[in-house]
């Protein structure tokens, strides 16, 4: 059994199959059988598991499961304790009200690596960073909370899925590396 963590770069397609204006997994991964558990966007950055097992992808990717997934958001605006209270209760967003998750202000990571491209910065609005865990996963989910609080996200990177992190495994966009199957204990 096969499992791979990924640091997705920024324009990625989370697929093996080509993509007409974007790079996808195949640049980067040449492992064979191997197939994402869950996606990122293509403008959305960092952890990706990859695997060859059906039933360990099912149990990564399914919130059925309620496997934990952190990000951390770079928002237009200031975050404060409004925004976040509003963002860890439940939100109505039409076509499904999110579970509760964690909301939390930081500091903006010194270990990041640069954006490429870059974000949009204008200098008359502020940014701030917010770390964000959700234990489901729907379509620009993030994105969309950030929004209905008034914070428009301008960078979205995925560091956990459960106990797999970026802070544990670091890794550059870009970059890969098998990891035993007891790390997602």
Same mark, same amino acid.
């Given at each position: 059994?096969?499992?791979?963590?990924?640091?997705? =770069?920024?324009q990625?397609?989370?697929q093996? &199959? #080509?993509?007409? &204006?974007?790079?996808?997994? @195949?640049? +980067?991964?040449n492992?064979?059988?191997? +197939?994402?558990?869950?996606?990122?966007?293509a403008?959305?950055?960092?952890?990706l598991?990859?695997?060859?097992?059906?039933?360990?992808?099912?149990?990564?990717?399914?919130?059925?499961h309620k496997? #934990?997934?952190?990000?951390?958001?770079?928002?237009?605006?200031?975050?404060?304790?409004? %925004?976040? @209270?509003?963002?860890?209760?439940?939100?109505n967003?039409r076509d499904?009200?999110?579970l509760?998750?964690?909301?939390?202000h930081?500091?903006?990571?010194? $270990?990041? $690596? =640069?954006?490429n491209?870059?974000?949009?910065?204008?200098?008359?609005?502020?940014? &701030? $960073?917010?770390a964000i !865990?959700?234990?489901?996963?729907?379509?620009?989910?993030?994105?969309?909370? !950030? %929004? @209905?609080v008034?914070?428009? !996200?301008?960078?979205l990177?995925?560091?956990a899925?459960?106990?797999? &992190?970026?802070? !544990?495994?670091?890794?550059l966009?870009?970059? $890969?590396? %098998?990891?035993?199957?007891?790390?997602?204990?």
């Amino acid at each position: 059994m096969t499992l791979i963590l990924f640091n997705k =770069p920024n324009q990625v397609m989370c697929q093996f &199959s #080509s993509h007409p &204006s974007c790079e996808n997994l @195949a640049h +980067y991964v040449n492992v064979p059988n191997v +197939y994402p558990a869950g996606r990122l966007d293509a403008d959305s950055e960092g952890l990706l598991l990859l695997t060859d097992d059906g039933r360990l992808q099912h149990n990564i990717s399914h919130p059925d499961h309620k496997q #934990s997934k952190t990000y951390i958001v770079q928002v237009e605006g200031e975050a404060d304790a409004g %925004a976040l @209270a509003k963002l860890r209760a439940p939100i109505n967003l039409r076509d499904f009200v999110t579970l509760p998750c964690d909301a939390k202000h930081i500091q903006s990571p010194e $270990w990041l $690596w =640069p954006r490429n491209p870059p974000i949009r910065e204008r200098t008359n609005v502020p940014t &701030s $960073w917010i770390a964000i !865990t959700l234990f489901e996963g729907k379509n620009r989910q993030v994105r969309r909370m !950030t %929004a @209905a609080v008034g914070l428009p !996200t301008l960078r979205l990177i995925r560091i956990a899925i459960g106990a797999v &992190s970026l802070e !544990t495994h670091p890794l550059l966009p870009g970059e $890969w590396c %098998a990891i035993s199957i007891d790390a997602l204990k």
